[in-house]
């Protein structure tokens, strides 16, 4: 935390300096503007040439500042999203709340453990890896949490983002890019829509006479100035008028082009910026160089071909005003030939736009896992088998605080299923959760909550928590026997890693107990690894049936000092102490 500390106090102090010089360059803008307009009054006045010297001089000041002043303002905007980017870090380290979205928009009730796992919400999964700022990166990092990755592209990740964890400067100026891209889903939506839109070729002679047309206007009124014809002038205004009239006929086409398309030509300039920071970086591991490679297209890097795309977009905006847009049209076609830009390079680009996008998309989930492994040094990458083997040392929960965790060694091997007991409070299904999230975790090339770790990357099925859903008129139990038809079709198709939480709680106690012995029977024939909670003793009696695959785990609770006490380890066997009869005795219930 101390690195973000010293960052966000240098930052501060260089934002200070920034603000400083900004306001300077403001007021001497401020100061060339009224001298270049004083220089022209006077020499109204006395027809000077020196007035009229000072008055080009003070108006070439002027666009002089007003690049140094763009330029100020974007390097006060990337200062200002640096230092947003280390107060949220130090805000969340020290528990103070929680500054990233929770992607709830992506929870799914139906997935097999979004829900159940909390991997959207508040407080979720997501909210405390979530590091992106584009909706892009934001959607891509959420399909990597819903999905396990194979061996090979999960090796590649955890390369990169061990690459990616030690370039702290280099993962904050990229995030601090893509905070001010300003970036929204229907942005994003409107230019894949565009890039999609089966633009129909620029008709030929509408090519040609975009060309023609204002070589022949140029031409008249140079003949004009020379020659002083009267005449010319009424061939300049017939020419201006149907340039006007051909343009009217392409008014529709530009308008379905650039539809929705409101600061567009900014975000896709930030788009370039971010593909130019991982263009321009070094790279070692395999996944990041692959990326960086694709950024290649036609000799010239993307974000060259993102920032022309800009500039054809920033191009229809410079004329908005009805009178420029009338001249630069009349004499130059100004618009048809942006069209025309535009037609020409979605056609060239269409297939490689989608892709640069992902590529960004990929990095900022990337980053996201790389800052959650920097921010949590004590966590591991586990290693990976093709053999089944699945086993933790010191497992816990990585969204709980490390002064209060409590780690266990859990194993898969030789046992493959296990049946935990434990009173509630015990920590049941908190350990439960802890499994299903470093699983995740396992499957997408994060760092684990564990000090060692050996897995065999697997779907996870999950039935932890369910609810009445009653737009769609379902009970809760009705609700739960969906999800465990699901569980029970996925697994028929490849092993899988099952967790089962107090399952059939809505029938009576003979019910339940068959029902969840037969679940277990038929979860540990399709070769399934995982665990299931229960408090019903004859559920544990299976593993005498089957003692090479199941194995009885238990978190007991003891009375201390006329209290309970609760110590979160996880022991062999079945639990035996009861702790609600003493709570409801000490409480006056009983």
């Not at 508040?122 to 891509?140: C, V």
């Not at 230019?191 to 089966?198: A, E, P, R």
């Not at 959760?433 to 997408?444: H, P, T, Y």
Request: charged content about 20%.
């Amino acid at each position: 935390m101390t690195i973000y500390h010293s960052k966000k106090a240098g930052l501060e102090s260089s934002l200070k300096a920034l603000n400083a010089k900004y306001s300077t360059i403001s007021l001497l803008r401020l100061l060339t503007i009224l001298l270049f307009m004083g220089s022209l009054y006077f020499y109204m006045q006395n027809s000077q040439v020196l007035y009229i010297v000072l008055a080009v001089v003070f108006f070439i000041g002027f666009v002089f500042l007003m690049r140094i002043h763009s330029k100020l303002q974007f390097e006060r905007k990337f200062q200002e999203a640096l230092l947003t980017i280390n107060g949220n870090e130090i805000d969340f380290l020290e528990n103070k709340k929680l500054p990233f979205e929770n992607g709830i928009e992506f929870n799914d009730f139906s997935h097999p453990y979004a829900y159940d796992l909390d991997i959207f919400g508040k407080h979720s999964l997501f909210q405390n890896l979530n590091r992106t700022a584009t909706y892009i990166g934001k959607k891509t990092l959420a399909n990597q949490l819903l999905n396990v990755a194979s061996v090979e592209v999960i090796k590649q990740n955890q390369e990169a983002v061990k690459e990616l964890s030690q370039k702290l400067d280099w993962r904050q100026e990229f995030s601090a890019f893509a905070k001010i891209t300003n970036d929204s889903h229907s942005s994003y939506s409107e230019l894949l829509k565009w890039n999609k839109f089966n633009s129909e070729a620029f008709p030929r002679w509408a090519v040609l006479f975009s060309i023609i047309s204002p070589i022949i206007l140029g031409g008249l009124f140079i003949t004009y100035l020379i020659t002083s014809n009267t005449v010319l002038i009424n061939s300049l205004s017939y020419l201006f008028v149907i340039n006007l009239i051909v343009l009217g006929n392409f008014m529709k086409r530009i308008k379905i082009e650039i539809a929705n398309s409101d600061n567009i030509d900014s975000i896709i300039n930030q788009y370039s910026l971010l593909l130019q920071k991982i263009e321009n970086e070094s790279f070692h591991s395999d996944k990041l160089k692959s990326l960086q490679e694709k950024l290649t297209f036609k000799t010239e890097n993307a974000s060259v071909h993102l920032k022309k795309l800009s500039g054809l977009f920033s191009n229809n905006d410079t004329i908005a005003n009805l009178v420029t847009a009338v001249l630069f049209n009349g004499t130059f076609l100004f618009n048809l030939h942006v069209l025309k830009r535009l037609i020409q390079w979605k056609r060239e680009h269409a297939d490689a736009l989608e892709e640069w996008l992902e590529i960004i998309g990929e990095v900022e989930a990337l980053n996201s896992l790389a800052n959650f492994a920097y921010n949590n040094p004590d966590f591991i990458y586990p290693t990976l088998n093709s053999n089944f083997q699945i086993q933790f040392k010191d497992l816990s929960h990585p969204l709980l605080s490390i002064k209060t965790r409590i780690g266990n060694d859990v194993t898969f091997n030789p046992q493959s299923f296990m049946i935990l007991t434990g009173s509630n409070m015990s920590g049941k299904s908190t350990f439960l959760r802890s499994l299903g999230v470093n699983m995740v975790l396992s499957g997408i090339g994060s760092v684990v909550c564990a000090t060692e770790a050996n897995v065999h990357p697997l779907p996870v099925l999950v039935t932890m928590r369910l609810s009445d859903s009653l737009t769609d008129s379902e009970s809760y139990f009705y609700a739960e026997i969906k999800r465990l038809k699901q569980i029970m079709d996925a697994l028929e198709g490849k092993p899988a890693f099952v967790l089962l939480d107090e399952i059939l709680r809505g029938t009576n106690s003979d019910d339940k107990r068959n029902g969840t012995i037969e679940v277990v029977k038929k979860v540990i024939a399709q070769k399934a690894f995982g665990a299931i909670a229960t408090h019903d003793i004859e559920v544990c009696l299976t593993t005498n049936d089957y003692p090479d695959t199941l194995i009885n785990k238990c978190f007991e609770v003891e009375i201390v000092n006329n209290d309970l006490h609760f110590d979160y380890k996880l022991r062999d066997g079945i639990c035996r102490n009861k702790s609600a009869s003493f709570l409801m005795k000490k409480m006056g219930v009983i």
